[in-house]
């Protein structure tokens, strides 16, 4: 197919951060006198953190001043950095240093792409930032996906032509976005909730090396 660059989302594909996302939003609505439920939670998936304070403040019928607002973003962007603070490569999903070992071998180039603001520090912490030639997040990007801005930098950064990239995605956005990109889009998860994409897996215990030699194959 002849692949030539790799490009990764980080929540939910290379770690499970959604967890700590869920815990600090929880925190602040019960702060601010409502519960959080896990299926609200399902709305912030690829989400920025804005956009999730403005659907939070909403569930829990809150009009906030710009004052408060600003106020809220930060508190639980430090509540999520404690947990954070915690994080260790026991973190890392299962079989993903098998791919990103493949294709350090092959030297193929390897991006990240994702609107977290925080991704340099979640790589630090779990020890793989060393794999990655290039890293876009929230501190890069205007767009949010479904737009491809995030991945079309990635692949600038990794000297790639989009339609020669793949991108691993485990939410709907994402996967747009790999498509608006016109790159090749793999989803990490539910098959039936990521039927746009070009391919499915449960997760990285499913893809095998003959894979994605396939993938880079001339």
Same mark, same amino acid.
């Given at each position: ?12 594909? &290379?770690v ?31 989400v920025?953190?804005?956009?999730c304070? $403005?659907?939070?403040? !909403?569930?829990g ?31 890392i999903?299962?079989? =993903? ?7 350090? !071998? $092959?030297? &193929? ?6 609107? +977290? ?5 979640i790589? $630090? ?17 205007t ?5 491809? $801005? ?6 600038k ?9 793949? =991108?691993?995605? !485990?939410?709907?956005?994402g ?7 016109h ?18 897996? +449960? !997760?990285?215990?499913?893809i ?11």
């Open positions: 197919m002849n692949i030539r660059g790799f490009i990764f989302d980080l929540d939910g594909v &290379i499970d951060t959604a967890k700590y996302h869920y815990l600090a939003w929880k925190n602040l609505a019960n702060e601010l006198g409502f519960e959080f439920t896990h299926e609200q939670n399902e709305l912030f998936k690829g920025s953190r804005k956009r304070l $403005e659907i939070l403040l !909403d569930i019928g809150i009009t906030a001043t710009q004052e408060q607002f600003d106020r809220w973003m930060v508190e639980k962007n430090i509540d999520y950095l404690a947990y954070i603070e915690k994080m260790d490569k026991s973190e999903l299962p079989d =993903v240093p098998k791919v990103l070992d493949f294709l350090r !071998d $092959e030297n &193929i180039p390897i991006a990240l792409g994702s609107a +977290s603001k925080n991704a340099k520090a790589l $630090e912490k779990v020890e793989l930032l060393p794999y990655f030639d290039a890293l876009v997040d929230g501190n890069n990007v767009k949010a996906k479904p737009d491809p $801005e995030v991945f079309l930098i990635g692949a950064q990794l000297g790639v032509a989009p339609e020669h990239c793949v =991108v691993f995605e !485990d939410a709907v956005a996967i747009q976005a790999a498509n608006n990109a790159m090749l889009s793999i989803g990490i998860g539910d098959k039936k909730i990521l039927s746009e994409a070009d391919y499915n897996f +449960s !997760d990285f215990t499913e095998n090396i003959d894979f994605l030699k396939q993938l880079i194959s001339e």
